[in-house]
């Protein structure tokens, strides 16, 4: 007998109902839900300690979204056959999830806590990522866990100009915008997502249609918790106390070192180390002139006065209207770049604007580079990959080299996401970009979006557009002031309301991300702020194109050359040859790389090398084997072995016939010896095909003048 759990189920504007389960599974969780939707299953559950772990200043939050590969009933790949690491695409989910819960759970919470999200049971054609952020904010809604939920995510489309809610896999592929938007019922929280040039009011479109099915989905969390509520009792979120305060001396820290901090900022010293010195001389002085029973709450000092110098920072700019670095607020930073600087890359740019720098370089590859996909719900190939990498040094601190964290998969994907849009369909090559941060202060996956442009157009590979990003940045206070930054400092992104990065071309957005921290943020300033990108993002092409404006007419010359060729699908077999003999031989010959698969029953071949010569003399050889021979035709062949009978020769790559012995010489011969011998170059005419057999009939006696014959 199965276990009864309490359902609530709601249906979508399109029809399709979401079913929202508790009590079921996972009962010692503080909170399991198990969200369904047609044949997709997410279980989501979260656990939280009671008691926050000693000095812990912050809310230890970890989020991990995981497709079981039993769910879409597929083995895993690999040798160990079992779920491994997460893999890139549950690392992006898991970071729109995280990134959409964390701002909602009280300041003063520093319990670990963690939330698991599992795709139990999937559907090829359902995207399940827009539905892990309703999942696990359901089970923390139904948990004693402090929340200032809930909140949900909607994975919008649009499609031959209908905005849809949560699009198949299929009506993703065919659609002009792909975008992830998490909101409370009150606010927008985030934004993510890729698009085909779109305007800054279709975006703008897009999210209040998703905030819309977002309200419904909250709504339906809501009904949900009252009906848990009905049948286990009111739920009622624990009591913690995880900060220890002194608000005497907060008081006091404030009233001494606000107009300290605010003379700093003043300073407007565009030296981020500098300025960050400026800023810690004043704490640093004041605890040196506390007694020793205060300077015994040194700890607690510093962290007051980072309350202080937030608060003085954001006055600074709401009063000033002017920036940290002296600039106005919709001014950017002094841009330089330069391409080819790595003379062994494919196409290489720096890209440096202010105190942040990206080298990246192209790297142009073939298929058999592609990057092989292998996930629960997905296989495939990509042929277009950017890695962006962020080393402790570009900050000016010391870190273990670890790998790619979240940070560097997340920006990685969304500079690839902005980019993927322009490049060519006829590109032949698979291709991979690669941005090493060498200074960052302020929006390194922009400078990545601006630097991978410069290196594609260097590189020769084909794009529509040259594409730019800007990060812009809110300050706002309770009174409805507010100042929209462009081109933000870290500092700023640290101290600021939103996080609003946006990519495009001269005609339209191809990417965006967008984090709110602040309650409330109307539209109207949205749609300013985006507008304001807008321009930025003109400026910043415009200083691009000082350095080129299109893509380099040809490769560099040591470049892999891709010449692409189709064969009938019959002769694949042939050019491969037994056991891959004849493509091995042309390879090893040459030095080329050859590549050759079955496409709607042809053969597509791939011939990759970095000279023509190598290139033409494949592309002989193949055309030789795939050359249809004809009768009457003269060809130069070649002997490749003596019989009784005649000779074969090889008179066309892959293809020989019979030379009987009859139509060596116009002479009758009894026998081969001293005529021929094994390779021998000599010309032959086809003179006929059996018909039963296939088998070819040549003669050289056709192609020798005929003998005077001796008067009788």
Known sequence: MSQIGITHTFELADGRSITLETGKLAKQADGAVVVKMGNTMLLATVVSNKDAKEGTDFLPLSVDYQEKFASAGRFPGGFFKREARLNDYEILTSRLVDRALRPLFPDDYHSDTQVLISLISGDKNMMPDALACLAAATAITLSDIPFNGPVSEVRVGKIDGKLIANPTVEEISKGTLDMIIAATSKDIMMVEGEMKEISEAEMLEAIKFAHEVIRLQINAINEFAAKVAAVKGPI????????????????????????????VAKTQNPNKKERGAAFKAVVIEYIAFLSDEEKSKASLVKKYYHEVEYDAVRRFVLDERSRLDGRKTDQIRPIWSEIGYLPSAHGSAIFTRGETQSLTSVTLGTKLDLQSIDRALFQGQNKFMLHYNFPAFSTGEVKPNRGPGRREIGHGNLAERALKQVLSPENPYTVRVVSDILESNGSSSMATVCAGTLALMDAGVKINKPVSGIAMGLITDDKGKYAILSDILGDE???????????????????CQMDLKVDGLPYEVMAEALEQAKKGRMHILGEMAKTITASREDYKSHAPRIVKITIPKEFIGAVIGPGGKIIQEMQRETGATIVIEEINNLGHIDIVATNKEAIDAVLAKIKGIVAQPEVGEVYDGKVKSIMPFGAFVEFMSGKDGLLHISEVEHRRLDSMEGVLKEGDKIQVKLIGVDPKTGKFKLSRKALLPKPEQTPA
Not at 236 to 263: G, I, M, Q, S
Not at 496 to 510: H, N
């Open 236 to 263: 009622t979120k624990r009591e913690y106390c995880h900060e220890t305060n002194d608000f005497e001396l907060r008081d006091r820290v404030y009233k001494d070192l606000y107009d300290k901090a605010y003379a």
């Open 493 to 511: 992104d640290h101290l600021g309301d939103m996080d609003f990065k946006v990519c495009g071309t001269k005609d339209g957005i191809t990417a």
